[in-house]
Antibody
Framework: QVQLQQSGPGLVKPSQTLSLTCAISGDSVSSNSAAWNWIRQSPSRGLEWLGRTYYRSKWYNDYAVSVKSRITINPDTSKNQFSLQLNSVTSEDTAVYYC???????????WGQGTLVTVSS | DIVMTQSPDSLAVSLGERATINCKSSQSVLYSSSNKNYLAWYQQKPGQPPKLLIYWASARASGVPDRFSGSGSGTDFTLTISSLQAEDVAVYYCQQYYSTPRSTFGQGTKLEIK
């Protein structure tokens, strides 16, 4: 059974960088059949896909247009995890952040527990 | 982006009765080469992440009770709970993954007990 365990701070100051990590068990970040995603949820924006990383003989990343200039998602094969960095945050980035696996059916079949990140001074 | 619109926004159904939630996409999510609809349904309970219920519009995810079923094709889809149980109280979301990686979700439908 795949499990995703999120970690990272719940409070970030405006203009600073939001950093979260998602540790994977039961699968590999280097899997050739999965993609590893970050999704956020807020009352104003609903569920919003942010980006993903995946391995198909080499590493690829895709990012949502809305955050493309501010986001980085990196795999860490040594720890079997992946991370999210979102720069220059504002109050609009306050949300619950989830990591999720996209499996063979191309939808999100396993999710992390969620991290409420509040952007406030 | 493909816009997903659910109806109704909220729904109250008696225990044991049928619940029906609709989802409409702004363009077809039927991939002609595979004849598959790139449409999923999720259930989210308070304080929990979404849980995958249905994928390819009508395939139940592992462990999902058979009272949950999905139907539809192209732009119009339905999630049906045949006999509502107390544990089904949740918010339900549809999601298109036709435009993967830029998938989009509906706004959610809150299901309550009448």
């Amino acid at each position: 059974q795949v499990q995703l365990q999120q970690s990272g701070p719940g409070l970030v100051k405006p203009s600073q960088t939001l950093s979260l990590t998602c540790a994977i068990s039961g699968d590999s970040v280097s899997s050739n059949s999965a993609a590893w995603n970050w999704i956020r949820q807020s009352p104003s924006r609903g569920l919003e896909w942010l980006g993903r990383t995946y391995y198909r003989s080499k590493w690829y990343n895709d990012y949502a247009v809305s955050v493309k200039s501010r986001i980085t998602i990196n795999p860490d094969t040594s720890k079997n995890q992946f991370s999210l960095q979102l720069n220059s945050v504002t109050s609009e980035d306050t949300a619950v952040y989830y990591c999720a696996r996209m499996g063979g059916a191309a939808c999100y079949d396993f999710w992390g527990q969620g991290t409420l990140v509040t952007v406030s001074s | 982006d493909i816009v997903m619109t659910q109806s109704p926004d909220s729904l109250a159904v008696s225990l044991g009765e049928r619940a029906t939630i609709n989802c409409k996409s702004s363009q077809s999510v039927l991939y002609s080469s595979s004849n598959k609809n790139y449409l999923a349904w999720y259930q989210q309970k308070p304080g929990q992440p979404p849980k995958l219920l249905i994928y390819w519009a009508s395939a139940r995810a592992s462990g999902v009770p058979d009272r949950f079923s999905g139907s539809g094709s192209g732009t119009d889809f339905t999630l049906t709970i045949s006999s509502l149980q107390a544990e089904d109280v949740a918010v339900y979301y549809c999601q298109q993954y036709y435009s993967t990686p830029r998938s989009t979700f509906g706004q959610g439908t809150k299901l309550e007990i009448k």
